[in-house]
């Protein structure tokens, strides 16, 4: 079955630095690869997915992601980081079951 | 409709009561998905409908789970007999297709507490 491994419990990052959000995965087949990002009391708000095509992928807010086949990476950055950028974050993978596997997530703290 | 819709947002229930989760995914979305989130913790796969096929059931953790899905819409979770362990919240998402080549959608989920 389909892993995601994503390393960092937390990320602290100051605010207008780079952020960087560490996702490795593990798939029998293509992957199909996604960043949702989700915010105190709510649910989980699409960010940006790696079908095919492109291996730099753009999305929403400003973020960005990179596949990287020969490392089963899907990063998530952004250029610079907003305060309100400080959330938790999971990077998933669909295999050939159809299971959408996330991983634990990561806390992104973004300090003013 | 325009989003996932849950109902109810919130619930507070008394260990051993059976608790009823439901989950409205947007209009034409043939795939639907459960997953479970307790606090701290990743998202754990429950269970996912085709249509109103569920051919994966692995993922729901014992017999007082289960699911089911009408006319190709409304889904409902429930849990029977509900012990503390079960309090999470409960996360349903929706998509065009299944492996997620439109995207998953996602409710804001139903927050379940056993008291």
């Known amino acids: 079955a389909q892993s995601v491994a994503q390393p960092e419990d937390q990320v602290n990052v100051a605010e207008g630095n780079p952020l960087t959000v560490k996702c490795t995965y593990s798939v029998s087949g293509n992957p199909y690869l996604f960043w949702y990002v989700q915010y105190p009391n709510r649910g989980l708000q699409f960010l940006l997915k790696?079908?095919?095509?492109?291996?730099l992928v753009k999305g929403s807010y400003g973020f960005e992601a990179e596949f990287n086949k020969s490392q089963t990476s899907f990063h998530l950055k952004k250029p610079s980081a907003l305060v309100s950028d400080s959330a938790l974050y999971f990077c998933?993978?669909?295999?050939?079951?159809?299971?959408?596997?996330f991983g634990k997530g990561n806390q992104v703290v973004v300090i003013p | 409709g325009a989003g996932v819709s849950q109902s109810p947002s919130n619930k507070v229930t008394e260990k051993g009561k059976d608790v009823e989760l439901r989950c409205d995914p947007i209009s034409g979305h043939t795939a639907l998905y459960w997953y479970r989130q307790s606090l701290g913790q990743g998202l754990e796969f429950l269970i996912y409908f085709q249509g109103n096929s569920a051919p994966d059931k692995s993922g729901l953790p014992s017999d007082r789970f289960s699911a089911e899905r009408t006319g190709g819409s409304v889904s409902t979770l429930t849990i029977q007999r509900t012990q503390q362990e079960d309090s999470a919240v409960y996360l349903c998402a929706s998509s065009l297709s299944l492996q997620g080549t439109y995207g998953y959608t996602f409710g804001s989920g139903t927050r379940l507490t056993v008291v």
């Open positions: 998933a993978v669909t295999g050939w079951d159809n299971r959408l596997a």
């Open positions: 790696y079908i095919t095509g492109d291996n």
